[in-house]
Nanobody, 118 residues
Framework: QVQLVESGGGLVQAGGSLRLSCAAS????????MGWYRQAPGKQRELVAI?????TYADSVKGRFTIFRDNAKNMVYLQMNSLKPGDTAVYYC??????????????WGQGTQVTVSS
C-alpha cells in the first residue's frame, strides 16, 4: 500500500503564487509517474501536470505552472504562478507505482483546496 500526503493549498489573490507538495510513502519499488489533477465544483477531474520521464501540462496552465520531482524523497511539487480565479479547485496528487513483483497500482491523495480570489 502507498500513501500520498499533500500540502500547500490555501487562499491567494489573483496573480499570486502557491506551491503544492506531495509525499509518497509505503510499499514503493519504483515510481512510474507522479502528477497533479484538479476538480472544480460541478466539473470533472482534469489533468494539470504529470511527470513520467516526460512532462505534460494542461494547455490552461502552460507557462504558469511547473511540476518537479525529488526522486530521492518520492516527492512531487507543483509551483503555481500567476494564479487565476479559474484555477480554483481541489488539487489531487496521483502516482503510479510498481511493487517488487512488477504489479502496477495507482494511488490518489486526499486533495488540497486551492482558492484564488479576484
Amino acid at each position: 500500500q502507498v500513501q500520498l500526503v499533500e500540502s500547500g493549498g490555501g487562499l491567494v489573490q489573483a496573480g499570486g503564487s502557491l506551491r503544492l507538495s506531495c509525499a509518497a510513502s509505503g510499499s514503493i519499488f519504483s515510481i512510474n509517474l507522479m502528477g497533479w489533477y484538479r476538480q472544480a465544483p460541478g466539473k470533472q477531474r482534469e489533468l494539470v501536470a504529470i511527470s513520467s520521464g516526460v512532462t505534460t501540462y494542461a494547455d490552461s496552465v502552460k507557462g504558469r505552472f511547473t511540476i518537479f520531482r525529488d526522486n530521492a524523497k518520492n516527492m512531487v511539487y507543483l509551483q503555481m504562478n500567476s494564479l487565476k480565479p479559474g484555477d480554483t479547485a481541489v488539487y489531487y496528487c496521483r502516482t503510479s507505482v510498481s511493487n517488487r513483483f512488477g504489479i502496477v497500482n495507482n494511488y490518489w491523495g486526499q486533495g488540497t483546496q486551492v482558492t484564488v480570489s479576484s
